[in-house]
Nanobody, 120 residues
Framework: QVQLVESGGGLVQAGGSLILSCAAS????????MGWYRQAPGKEREWVATIPRGRSPNYADSVKGRFTISRDNAKNTVYLQMNSLNADDTAVYYC??????????????WGQGTRVTVSS
């Protein structure tokens, strides 16, 4: 019913920037929370950032001041602007959204992941 398509991952040098996008399609009523998670090689998936609808975003300490999450509600899209990238940012990044309807929550959905590799 709902699909999340991510793009923007790739190879970037340390200190560089990259922007990720995630567009939701399908049965979309309203999107409450939109966020990003990441999973580095050999590590558990961790939360990166969340931007609730109509509210200020929240960031993990590891990316605060370097990453910026934003959303375009008309396009059902969430973005992650990543600056000052370092090797610790190398991971597969996943977007995640909460979809609601007038009668209540619909569900929580994950993207397929987009790989970010930071090199020297």
């Amino acid at each position: 019913q709902v699909q999340l398509v991510e793009s923007g991952g790739g190879l970037v040098q340390a200190g560089g920037s990259l922007i990720l996008s995630c567009a939701a399609s399908g049965t979309i009523f309203s999107i409450d929370n939109m966020g990003w998670y990441r999973q580095a090689p050999g590590k558990e998936r961790e939360w990166v950032a969340t931007i609730p609808r109509g509210r200020s975003p929240n960031y993990a300490d590891s990316v605060k001041g370097r990453f910026t999450i934003s959303r375009d509600n008309a396009k059902n899209t969430v973005y992650l602007q990543m600056n000052s990238l370092n090797a610790d940012d190398t991971a597969v990044y996943y977007c995640n959204v909460d979809i609601t309807a007038p009668w209540g929550p619909i569900g929580n959905y994950w993207g397929q992941g987009t790989r970010v590799t930071v090199s020297s």
